[in-house]
C-alpha cells in the first residue's frame, strides 16, 4: 500500500510568494494531521483534520497559513505570503480512529521548504 | 493534558555498545505509548508502540522499550547498536479517549560511531 504522498519534496521561493503543499493521506484513512520542524522549535503540530473537518488549528501560527481538506483524500497547506522564517520541513501524517490502533499515525517524507 | 520529556538531546554511543533512550511522561489518564526514529532527510517511522497488554513491545529491528506506569516511563534499548541505528528517536503520547493528537518530545539524536 502507498503510505502518505505528499508534493512537492523541495520548494524554494522568494518572499512574499504563495506557497501550496499538498497531502494525500493513506487510502481510509480518516485523521490527518500538518506539522511543521524546525532546529530552533522542533515539530509542531499545525491543524489536524477528522473526516474532512478540522478539529484544532490552534497550531496555525497566523492568519498567512490556511490548510483545506476538500476529500478524504487531499489536503493543502497554503503560505501567503511566505517569508523567510516560514522555512522549515511540513510533514503531513494520517491515522485510522477507532480500529484498535490507537491512534497511530503515519507520516510522509515531508516537503522541504525554503523562502529566501 | 500530556506531555513528554526526553531527558538527554544527544546520545553518542560506540557501534556494538548497548544504549537506552530515556522517555517520560506525564498525564492524568491512560495512555498510548509511541516512539518514532526519524533517518537523515527523511520522514518519521513508527518504531514501536504500547496500546495495552504486555509491558514490553519490541521492534522488528532490535529496540525494545518497556512501559512503566508507576515510574511514567517508556525508555527505548538495544542490546547492540549498528552505525545504521544513527538517527534522531522520538517518543509520543496520546491518551485512550478524547483528542487524536499525539504529544511529541523534542527527540533524541543517536549517533552510533565506528
Known amino acids: 500500500d502507498a503510505g502518505v504522498i505528499q508534493s512537492p519534496r523541495h520548494e524554494v521561493t522568494e518572499m512574499g510568494q504563495e506557497v501550496t503543499l499538498r497531502c494525500k493521506p493513506i487510502?481510509?484513512?480518516?485523521?490527518l494531521f500538518w506539522y511543521r520542524q524546525t532546529m530552533m522549535r522542533g515539530l509542531e503540530l499545525l491543524i489536524y483534520?477528522?473526516?474532512?473537518?478540522?478539529?484544532?488549528d490552534s497550531g496555525m501560527p497566523e492568519d498567512r497559513f490556511s490548510a483545506k481538506m476538500p476529500n478524504a483524500s487531499f489536503s493543502t497547506l497554503k503560505i501567503q505570503p511566505s517569508e523567510p522564517r516560514d522555512s522549515a520541513v511540513y510533514f503531513c501524517?494520517?491515522?485510522?480512529?477507532?480500529?484498535?490502533?490507537?491512534?497511530?499515525?503515519?507520516f510522509g517524507p515531508g516537503t522541504r521548504l525554503l523562502v529566501l | 493534558a500530556q506531555s513528554v520529556t526526553q531527558l538527554d538531546s544527544q546520545v553518542p554511543v560506540f557501534e556494538e555498545a548497548p544504549v537506552e533512550l530515556r522517555c517520560n511522561y506525564s498525564?492524568?489518564?491512560?495512555?498510548?505509548l509511541f516512539w518514532y526514529v526519524q533517518y537523515p532527510n527523511q520522514g518519521l517511522q513508527l518504531l514501536l508502540k504500547?496500546?495495552?497488554?504486555?509491558?514490553l513491545v519490541e521492534s522488528i529491528n532490535g529496540f525494545e522499550a518497556e512501559f512503566n506506569k508507576s515510574q511514567t516511563s517508556f525508555h527505548l534499548r538495544k542490546p547492540s547498536v549498528h552505525i545504521s541505528d544513527t538517527a534522531e528517536y522520538f517518543c509520543?503520547?496520546?491518551?485512550?479517549?478524547?483528542?487524536?493528537?499525539?504529544?511529541f518530545g523534542k527527540g533524541t539524536k543517536l549517533t552510533v560511531n565506528p
Open positions: 501524517a494520517s491515522s485510522l480512529r477507532g480500529t484498535g490502533q490507537g491512534k497511530t499515525q503515519y
Open positions: 487510502s481510509g484513512h480518516n485523521s
Open positions: 483534520f477528522n473526516n474532512n473537518v478540522p478539529i484544532d
Open positions: 498525564s492524568s489518564v491512560s495512555v498510548y
Open positions: 504500547y496500546l495495552s497488554g504486555s509491558t
Open positions: 509520543a503520547v496520546s491518551d485512550l479517549f478524547g483528542s487524536e493528537k499525539l504529544v
